[in-house]
């Protein structure tokens, strides 16, 4: 039963939730149908690392804002103090198991889930002009597959990236999946997403970036990167890569690997090549 529930650290009580059609959670009704229809600007939270992550969003005045929250009464206990971050005015909702799978249509052995709101997005000239006069930024061409723009946010908040920046055609980074592959460093590192990959790395290059385009063909190995003050590193979709407008426009480099392998995933690579230019620069 769910009448035992503990005060949170902030005053509020848990509100417990004792049917799976009860109105006040329907957004996390059927949450692997919602993802593939969008959510219209909102996205689910999964597991107590990104939930952290959302927590310190609210913190630190950033563009991310939880609007609710829907644990497994036995994980309560285990994530109070990550809900005394959290205004008084989130609802914490709880469930048992068997609800709780009911709502979300299928088995949720993490037991944590909140629903997110980015509150405001600046235009891709205003999120280059916050960037420091030294500057390393990862620029995304394409990409579609949510694990490999996880793994891409995951390195560029491990390698001190100050900014992302990905073309119109890329996958939403705010995908329930690619989120949780980024550990919640979506939430972290600054992003735009919009416009076609030509103009967006043209606007870089007119601030100063210096810009290297990966591709298995490139021409210089990523070890032999001069360094310089403002670094964009581009990355494209695995199979067709970047277009060629964009290889024959900027510097091209590779990674050095086997002959008998055509190339690395988008995730690995981006973070074999951001270790190696955020090296070259004293970031790390």
Not at 8 to 13: Q, S, T
Not at 94 to 123: K, N, P, Q, W
Request: glycine letters at 8%; charged letters at 20%; proline letters at 6%.
């Amino acid at each position: 039963m769910l009448n035992d529930l503990p005060a949170l650290p902030n005053g509020a009580r848990p509100i417990a939730i004792e049917r799976a059609d009860d109105p006040r959670i329907a957004a996390f009704r059927d949450i692997k149908e919602r993802d593939l229809t969008g959510r219209h600007g909102k996205f689910i939270v999964e597991g107590t690392v990104v939930l952290r992550m959302l927590a310190a969003a609210h913190k630190t005045g950033s563009d991310f804002r939880a609007e609710c929250i829907l644990i497994l009464k036995n994980r309560l206990a285990g994530v109070l103090d990550i809900l005394s971050d959290f205004p008084a005015d989130v609802p914490v909702y709880v469930a048992e198991a068997e609800v709780l799978d009911t709502i979300v249509g299928f088995h949720l052995h993490r037991g944590i889930l909140a629903l997110g709101v980015r509150v405001g997005s600046r235009e891709r000239a205003q999120t280059i002009a916050s960037l420091p006069e030294t500057a390393l930024v990862v620029a995304g061409c394409g990409l579609s597959n949510h694990d490999n723009m996880g793994a891409m946010f995951r390195n560029a908040a491990a390698f001190m990236a100050d900014a992302v920046f990905l073309d119109a055609t890329s996958c939403d980074p705010l995908y329930r999946k690619a989120l949780r592959v980024s550990v919640g460093s979506v939430l972290s590192v600054p992003y735009h997403r919009g416009s076609d990959a030509l103009s967006m790395l043209e606007a870089l290059a007119n601030e100063g970036f210096e810009i290297w385009s990966l591709s298995p063909a490139g021409k210089t190995e990523i070890r032999h990167i001069p360094p310089s003050p403002r670094m964009a590193l581009v990355i494209g979709t695995e199979g067709e890569g970047l277009p060629p407008a964009v290889l024959s426009r900027f510097h091209s480099a590779r990674i050095a690997q086997s002959p008998q392998l055509d190339s690395l995933n988008a995730g690995t690579a981006s973070g074999l090549a951001l270790y190696q230019m955020a090296s070259a620069i004293g970031r790390i």
